[in-house]
């Protein structure tokens, strides 16, 4: 398992912290302690450190110290005599589910005097010292985002910055009896249970938001076990409504189960409705109480705000997203995903649709932007991105249609690389293209 360090700064009562990029490839948007990867060259280390940095493990420092030069231009190593204390802090093991795992080593710095770092800006698009309890008061009124680790840290250091005992910091999770559940945004609970979802993706994002009204978004387990772990995390909290963003049956396979086991209502659009009835049967919903959402319905309250509905079809015609009226944060559902890509094609899909609702989020501009596929990220850079993309994609396709090249030859030149198996899903999104461009 690969490794990596982090640096907790603290002067007095307050902390050091940055706001990652939304750009980057990992965790955009995220707020964070400095640090990184350790790579192979710390473990080759045969220096010996003196003052705290000899406390530890060599390879280690040597990471931490390459690192705080290369994001903070400090030398740690330099500055032992500004250096209060180092203290090894907790260690977080990423779960199982993750497919890129790390045990990542927090230490806390306790500085003499309070440093003025410079932070590289290709890293962190904000920095800077904060009390320890505004940080995490930030974090509760849902103003910053930060992995679970770092929530538990802000937690101890608002209780006391010169905390003594070592922390788990790893997530608190039993794979076998139920599935995981996160909430790197305050007021949002993201459960990710195994679905019957597209590709590289498998799992789908089920949220539990709300104040007095909790709503629990779009759980689809993908067989009875995995029904049985989500449950048994949910029943932790409780549920008022069931609610589905659009009509992919990985979004609500089961869900019907979920109302009833509750028994609560459920609510989605009319066309959400009527597509599932369309696709699964008449009695697909028996016994159960339906409540159509259409644009600009209040669906709860979370932190004492409204959360609105917003219709963004394209992928999807039924699909509604949510999003307070801070706009701290909007869930988009299937508009963009963090994990593989969207696919938009018909009868339900429309490419000029899609862009419109890309676009119409992007104009919102909303601090964070959560997918139904994928973790929760920074911003709308990679709404922009999608755009951009699909502006290019759509580009090609119609210079090569105007060229006289078919549907087949289309798709043989643009996606010549991906697996055979997903050709019908290009195609679709071929057609979707045409139509759009009338072609």
């Not at 995220?30 to 406390?55: C, Q, R, W």
């Not at 899609?354 to 989020?361: D, G, P, T």
């Amino acid at each position: 398992m690969r490794e990596s360090v982090c640096a907790i700064f603290v002067y007095r009562d307050e902390v050091f912290s940055i706001t990652r990029q939304n750009y980057l490839s990992v965790f955009p948007g995220y707020t964070a302690f400095p640090g990184g990867k350790i790579d192979k060259s710390d473990k080759e280390i045969t220096k010996s450190y003196i003052g705290e940095l000899a406390k530890f493990e060599p390879y280690i420092m040597s990471a931490l110290i390459r690192e705080m030069n290369e994001e903070i231009n400090f030398d740690l190593e330099a500055n032992l005599d500004l250096i209060e204390s180092i203290d090894y802090v907790g260690l977080a093991i990423t779960p199982e589910f993750n497919p890129y795992r790390f045990k990542n080593y927090y230490y806390r710095i306790n500085l003499k005097e309070k440093v003025e770092f410079t932070v590289d800006e290709g890293e962190a698009s904000e920095s800077g010292w904060t009390k320890a309890c505004d940080l995490m008061a930030s974090f509760e009124r849902a103003e910053i985002m930060a992995v679970p680790p770092t929530v538990k840290l802000f937690k101890a250091l608002e209780d006391n910055i010169l905390f003594e005992e070592e922390l788990d910091l790893s997530l608190p999770h039993c794979p076998e009896t139920e599935v995981p559940m996160i909430e790197s945004i305050y007021g949002v609970k993201q459960f990710l249970p195994l679905s019957h979802t597209f590709p590289p993706a498998n799992r789908t994002n089920c949220f539990l938001i709300g104040d007095s009204k909790s709503v629990l978004i779009d759980p689809s387990p993908r067989d009875e076990q995995e029904l049985e772990k989500l449950i048994k995390h949910v029943d932790k909290f409780s549920v008022d409504e069931v609610f589905l963003t659009h009509h992919h049956p990985d979004h609500h396979e089961r869900s019907v189960k979920v109302a009833k086991y509750y028994g609560v209502k459920m609510g989605m659009s009319e066309d959400t409705y009527e597509r599932i009835l369309a696709r699964h049967g008449e009695d697909y919903f028996l016994d159960t109480e339906i409540h159509f959402y259409s644009e600009g319905d209040i669906l709860t309250q979370s932190l004492g705000k409204d959360i609105q509905i917003y219709e963004v079809p394209g992928h999807d015609e039924g699909q509604l997203a949510i999003a307070p009226s801070t706009m701290n944060w909007f869930l988009v559902g299937d508009l963009i995903q963090t994990i593989g890509t969207v696919v938009i094609g018909a009868p339900e899909g429309d490419m000029l649709k899609y862009f419109e609702s890309l676009n119409r989020v992007i104009d919102l501009s909303p601090k964070f932007i959560i997918p139904s596929h994928g973790i929760a990220i920074g911003g709308t850079h990679k709404l922009s991105k999608t755009l951009g993309h699909r502006q290019e994609r759509e580009d090609q396709i119609k210079n090569l249609k105007q060229s006289g090249k078919s549907n087949q030859e289309i798709l043989d030149v643009i996606y010549e690389a991906i697996d055979p198996k997903l050709h019908k899903y290009a195609m679709k999104t071929i057609v979707a293209h045409l139509k759009k461009l009338n072609l």
